[in-house]
């Protein structure tokens, strides 16, 4: 779900355009996991510190799994890190009983370092991400200008948005899963098998031997759906061979894309990291617990203090049958947002079996920030908490728009 939103980051009414390019190479990109806590030196979990280069998730773990013998469910992270990039993070691996040699590197990943722990490191335990950027062929008189921006970043607090990884490839797996929880099937399949190669318009015209015969390697699911068209199965029995995770995968972009739009319309308003009445506050220093607000708390000086120095912020929806729903003007707004995309209720309680629901803070802080300036490149740096995307640091530093 791309951002559609125009406020000015810098007090420009017209924001300048920078041009710069990322990710050139792996090392432009470098990104260090920020751990909840160290392995305390025992217990039955081996914890690595590995570091891959241009290498995507599946391949990490699959071939930490192969080297030590376990299973891939066995082994815990804390969340995925980028394939274009030079990334640092933790891994757990079950090993009861178990004495190990540790080596040095595993086809290609560097083992920094390793010790033991009494449980499983699971998603989500991780402070954040520190980012070490490099953006190139940039003109050396656009240095200060990102460099203000970055600072009024740090003090306004980013724009919590998914980045565009959220959304898959083709900036489509939020569509696919809407239809899925409207059960739009005809809409799904025809999403799931669209594009612009040979074998996306034999789908299109409905030629689907010839499509499945001339389709690309991999991507199951769509040949799934296409074996089972051929069988002369109906859309919905072809959308129900799509794999759960994938459908879990899709699911979860299309929260993403309410939230999305819940934050945008928060920051035409301005108030995307201001606190008003029936919102569902995010506490950050507080394990993400959030508490509701009165009209009156939302303009305490405490209260205030805190969102000024992005310890509190305003909280938007991960829709789903179990997340906590924010109160009066604030709830209306929510779903306002959520009816046009077609979808009622009834659909999103249906979402429960795929999403449980939560609430993300609208606005996070971005800290511990540096720049480093070359001849036609700077390096930025700075820290952001788990589940935030350095992209989109990126697009609002380059735009200058949030």
Known sequence: ???????????????????GVL????????????????PCGIGEHLYLQVTKTNMSHEYLIRNIAKH????????????????????????????????????????GIKVRSFSWHSNKLRLGHLLGNRFSICLREVDSSNFTLIEQRLKSLSEAGL?????????GNNNDNHLH?????????????ESMLSGKERHHKFAKNGEYKKALDAWQFGQP??????EALIKGKSPEQACKTIPRTLVT?????????????????????DSYNKLIEGDLVWNHDGGGRTFSISSEDAVSADILERSAHCKVSPSGPLWGAKMRLASGEVLCNEKKVVETFGVTEEHLNAMKKYAQGARRPLCVPVRNTSVKVDSDSILLQFDLPAGSYATVVINILLSGVL
């Open 159 to 167: 724009p919590n948005y998914f980045g565009p990884q959220r959304f």
């Open 221 to 226: 699911a769509q040949r799934n759906i296409l």
């Open 23 to 38: 990710k050139y190479t792996p090392e432009d990109f470098v990104v260090d996991e920020l751990p909840l806590y160290e």
């Open 177 to 189: 899963g809407q239809y899925f929880i409207t059960q739009e099937w005809q809409q799904l399949v």
């Open 68 to 107: 030590f013998g376990v299973k891939k469910r066995d082994i815990g992270c804390a969340g995925r890190k980028d394939l274009k990039a030079v990334t640092t993070q933790m891994l757990s691996l079950y090993l009861p009983g178990k004495s190990v040699d540790v080596p040095n590197a595993i086809d």
């Open 249 to 269: 995968l899709c699911v979860n972009a299309f929260q993403s894309a309410i939230f999305n739009d819940v934050l945008e319309q928060r920051v035409k308003t």
């Open 1 to 19: 779900m791309h951002q559609k939103h125009q406020m000015t980051l810098v007090g420009n009414n017209q924001a300048k355009q920078i041009h």
